[in-house]
């Protein structure tokens, strides 16, 4: 394997976008950086800057604004990236796919790698679908 | 509620709330009811001891008055109202003018990823699950749909995008979009086929309005006039280019025309959708045979693309297999087919084989008259690569189907007898991931025959002129997707590539080479079609409403009946059965 | 002929980035310590800048990759000219070019994060340069020489003589590695009002350089810490090791000042803390002005 | 707001949202800055708005109460607390008073979980990692309780139309005192940081002042509010059992930042304390009174959320889909002050004073 690729593995830096989630799932992400999860034992670091990300956390449904700014978003964020949609909203809308002002899931808006269930999901599942991310990574890679 | 006071007009209205907040009540928020054209909007506020609420109904064009002079936080829940009801609050110190929630931009300022199209991630969601297992992707969600509103010009139109032929097809087509389908579990699969079937039944002319491209000046020949080479000439030609199809028969059809018995597919269905598909992208038909490829370019063709079919049946491989009574599933078949004889075949006749090829042929042979027709294959009915509404039709003519025996070698005389030996399934599993078959030692038994028809496959007949590069089982080899092959403008698909398959297959990649050769020539690939977010419709709350509907079925001859002679077996949907078939659909495209 | 010291700072310029990353790598593990977390391996940081390097960049302006090159090679000309006895005034002023680089490259932007950064770089310059520079001098006062090679032969070691400009030489770290409490132009993690402030635009190798760079730079910082007990190298290196294990501490013990804070602090206190040691040393005679 | 029109010379405008590293969630300030400090503010919100009112109108009442839960992950309990008070008001059902002090057990326990979410957050606004980190530990102790509870870390689910949907046996009780003892003394280890620290008070005295008077017109509710100096706190409503428990709002005078931040965390300390109070006092008995009827009628449901006023007004018609449900949720109520009490602050300012009311957009945008 490349130096790089395994270097990629090991330093997956995420940018965390919520596009219209109740909030359970962005607490839990925040909780799995923190103590008792830490996720930097993984090299996970919350970057917060879309041009220096590799996996997108996204959360929540889509809806028309803030699918533009996830968009936009998922643009500024140079290869390889992968994406994360975390929660059920996430993957499909969840309890809101059928309000007025949402239209589904995030897959609906960008190309997502790894859906992660749960409602809200809880902190091992969301390391352990960034864990998944990285696998995709070394794919896209051809690694 | 507590406490509450109905004030109608505006300018009183706006005095009590100045004199609310001289007593240093709090403003909490609006609540607004829609009652037609009148709104109801409640305000409430908190003195520190109790709630106050003003009442205010107001014609829905005159809006509501803004608070915000008097308390200038209200400008929020004013804003909020604006959003959510479309209705004007005049005077308002921030105005996000109806934007604080919702955005006025459509979805579909939200571009959609080009993976929606191509197949690639995430199909998940976005294709629904018919659509998917299509090999050739037709837009199966759209067309249900559109039936189901009536737009039946609209559903045929719909398929032609991906595949010419919805009549033939409707008919023939061992529909996976069917075994796609969520319901399919429940053994009660929207029945897609039939559908299309009647969306091209329902129609009285099949030739369709299609704008073709401007002429390119480029020239195209195709080989072969089979389903796969229809399609590429089709595409091709309402891309502008100018196309020729070679067939050596004359006739145009292919596998269809010859291997498919008629009672599947009546003789004017295919004739007539052909026909239409010629006119409509202007193909002219040549018949005679290809030599050589190289002659084509020298005619001034600027590409090629091969799909003559595999028209050569393997042999058994067995003593005896030469013996006068012993045929090939296609000579038999396209004897009847296309030359309209009818060959003798006395009265018991053995099959040999599992495919779709050898269930048509057992069905031929009741047909011709045969009183004891066997299916014989080697390995056990999960195995067998027919489709199952075909073995069951076959049943029911009185077709019989012994598995798990293979013949080791054939008596000449009259009857033949065929010796054949029992097999047994191993544990390891071939590259298919089908179980192999091994010999049962000394359980051989012999049957005599009056007919043994050979069915276990096909091979290409290449003609030496055409210098193409072929595999190892002398199928055309080719470098990619689109099937180019080893000379440069040269593309093949359908039979003639990798194994006999089925006609949406041979559809598919004659719509695949079709799109490369336009490429190759200068163009741009066929066109994909805009998905429209719009067409998608939501599905209804209740889960019960479509689980609700019974489905149809179609109406099919008596196996009694249809013994006698070639008609169709198969009935086709009526106009209700129809509606109510489609919208059974869950349109698990629009969302999951 | 080569010397033997000549091949010895030849090796230290080219281990200085490893030590720099693996510093950084150790740092980030006490800083999860400190914070009751397991933190990342100690070659994290080396992850980082390879997969940095190996991403595709978002270059926003021409000028960006230039510059970025110019961070990593003026802190590396600086870190040299001070393992091969240059003077500490040049190494303070080839430090700052090195910094205006990267202010350069944020200012240049067009985000509003980036450039606030920038701006916020500039004022963490403000408040490093002359408390360097006072450093400088008060060694300078002491043994009478700029020239590295010249302090390191001087016959005491510095720190019983200077203890204010050793602390000084802390605070400058503290701003260097951009921690807490002075963590306003950028930070390694997403928890900066600025998001990552100068490093807003940077992505790709870009990032990767600069990352770098600033490993170097707090080589050198250290390095310039070591001096304070010369000639004796690993005291001096012990006592560098400690003043950044105080930098970690304060890190996790105070949030993040306001830039205008932080000037204030910083001059207030690095003035205060050099004045009082001259006046000291006038005092008790050891140098004379 | 006026102040946002000040004509200024030179200025430059910052967008802060709606991807933000200090907001976990999207609303976009766009703030004009001039030499450094804030001049103008436009809050840009609907990032979130999925249309929770209106689906309330379109499903069976019944079904809404999982819905309401998550308009807001964080107090997602008492948005159903709120919804169920509602409804069982228009059908007359009486709630058992065990289940009376299990919901305030409940919601005090939201109300824990979401203050050390926010004292952690905060800290992570201006810049105190570590403390974050450390406050995110201890608020774990909330999070497995709520586990043990419903066996989800977040949504409890708890309530229901009638009274509660789950019992607490003697271990359950024991592990609930175990844990807010353990609580109580992992907080008051940290509490000298945000009381003493001066590098803390360097970040919070003085900064976003909201005057009473100021707070009074513009609607502040909760913490934000409180921190002002006004007693306003819906407990003292009696809702549920808080009629029956003995405790006073906490109040600060200053109006700073510094002291919504002591708000917060003495009423960590309150909460503790309640839910030790309930768990001593809870009768026992059945938990739930189920009835059929639907709702009919208008009703106003007003609780103490940890940001503050939650505001249901609930209409139904005699059928099972109710005629309106309006959510008013206190970051709403909020934003008018939040708009306010930024401007004149300095660029380094803003991301405690964002904090400082706790903005939970979900809940805003419903």
Known sequence: MRLVTRARLKSPWILHFDCGSCNGCDIEILAALTPKFDAERLGVVNIGDPKQADVIVVTGPANPRSARALRSLYEQTPDPKVVVAVGACAATGGVFRNCENVFGGVDKVIPVDVYVPGCAARPEQIIDGLLLALRKLKEKDGG | MTAQRIVSDGGVFLEKVRELRERDARFITITVIDCGDRIEAVYH?????????????????????????????????????????????????????????????????????????????????????????????????????????????????????????????????????????????????????????????SLVQLKQRRERAKPTGKRVAVVGGGPAGLTAAYYLGLLGHEVTVFEKRGVCGGAMLAYIPRFRLPQNVLDAEIAARIEEAGIRVEAREVESLENLFRQGFDAVFVAIGAQKGLKLMIEGEDSPGVYDVMEILSEINVYGRRPEVGKIVAVIGGGDGAVDAARVCRRLGAESVTVFYRRSREEMPASLDQVEAAMAEGVDFMCLASPVRIIPGKPLKVVFQKMQLAQEKDEKGRRKPVPLPGSEFTIEADTVIRAIGQRVDLPKGFNLEVDERGFVATKDKAGATSMKGVWAGGDAVVRPKSVIEGIKEGRAAASAIDKYLGGSGIPEPVVDESELVPRPHDASEILGIEPATPKCLEPTVRIKGFDEVEGGFERDDATREASRCWRCDWNE | MVSMETVFSAVALVAAPFAGGLLMG?????????????????????????????????????????????????????????????????????????EVCIVTVSMSAKSP??????????????????????????????????????????????????????????????????????????????????????????????????????????????????IFWAPNILVGWGLALALLFMVILADNAFPRLSWQRMVKTSWALGFALIAANVLLLVVTGGATI | MNETEQPVEVNTVIPFGPQHPVLPEPIQLRFTIHQDKVVGVVPNIGYIHRGIEKACELNDYKKNVSLCERVCGICNFMHAMAYCEAVEELTDTEVPDRAKYLRVVWSELSRLQSHLLWLGLFADSIGFESLFMHIWRDREIVLSLNEKTSGHRIHLSTCAIGGVNKDMDKGLISEYKSGMELLERRIRELAPVFYKDRSVKDRTVGKGVLPKKRAMLLGAVGPTARGSGIPQDMRRLGYEAYSNLDFEPVVHDEGDVHARLLVRLEEVFQSIRLIKECLEKMPEGPVMNKNRRFPNGATVVR??????????????????????????????????????????????????????VDPCISCTER
């Not at chain 2, 197949?119 to 837009?139: D, F, H, I, Y």
């Not at chain 3, 993690?189 to 635009?201: F, K, L, M, P, S």
């Not at chain 4, 949720?329 to 300095?346: E, F, K, Q, S």
Request: charged share 20%; proline share 6%; with cysteine.
């Open chain 2, 45 to 201: 506020f908190d003195t520190g001891s109790e709630l106050v609420n003003l009442r205010l109904e107001v014609p829905k064009e005159e809006g509501l008055p803004s608070i915000t002079s008097v308390y200038s936080a209200a400008f929020v829940a004013e804003n909020e109202v604006q959003d959510q009801y479309k209705i004007k609050v005049s005077g308002l110190s921030l105005d996000l003018k109806g934007r604080m929630l919702k955005s006025d931009a459509p979805v579909l300022a939200v571009s959609i990823p080009s993976a929606l199209e191509g197949g690639t991630q995430p199909t998940g969601r976005k294709l629904g699950r018919c659509r998917e297992s299509c090999p050739a992707m037709v837009n199966v969600p759209k067309y249900v749909r559109q039936i189901a509103a009536g737009d039946i010009e609209g559903a045929y139109n719909t398929i032609l995008e991906r595949a010419p032929f919805p009549a033939i097809l409707g008919r023939v087509c061992f529909a996976a979009c069917e075994r796609g389908c969520r319901q399919y579990r429940d053994e009660r699969p929207v029945r897609c086929r039939l559908l299309k079937r009647y969306a091209a039944d």
């Open chain 3, 26 to 98: 150790v740092d980030r593990k006490i800083t999860a310590r400190m914070q009751s977390r397991m933190g990342p391996p100690v070659l994290q940081p080396f992850y980082d800048v390879l997969k940095l390097w190996g991403k595709s960049p978002v270059i926003t302006s021409r000028l960006q990759p230039i510059l970025a090159f110019g961070y990593l090679g003026f802190s590396f000309l600086s870190v040299a000219l001070l393992l091969f006895g240059g003077d500490l005034l040049s190494i303070v002023f080839t430090a700052a070019l090195a």
């Open chain 3, 113 to 226: 994060y980036s450039y606030l950064g920038g701006r916020r770089e500039l004022f963490c310059m403000l408040s490093t340069e002359p408390l360097m520079i006072l450093s400088a001098l008060s060694i300078y006062i002491v043994t009478r020489s700029f020239i590295v090679e010249n302090v390191l032969t001087f016959e005491e070691p510095l720190l019983p003589l200077l203890p204010g400009a050793f602390i000084v030489t802390g605070i400058v770290l503290l701003i260097e590695m951009r921690k807490s409490p002075f963590d306003v132009s950028a930070s390694s993690h997403a928890h900066q009002e600025i998001v990552r402030g100068v490093y807003t635009e940077l992505s790709g190798y870009t990032m990767a350089l600069v990352e770098v760079g600033h490993w170097i730079r707090t080589v050198l910082v250290l390095s310039i810490a070591s």
């Open chain 4, 303 to 356: 609780i103490e959320q940890p940001r503050g006023e939650l505001f249901y007004n609930v209409m139904g018609n005699g059928t099972k889909r109710l005629r309106r449900c309006r959510i008013r949720t206190p970051t709403l109520a909020n934003i008018p002050a939040l708009v306010d009490i930024l401007v004149g602050y300095d660029v380094s300012d803003i991301a405690p004073i964002v904090m400082s």
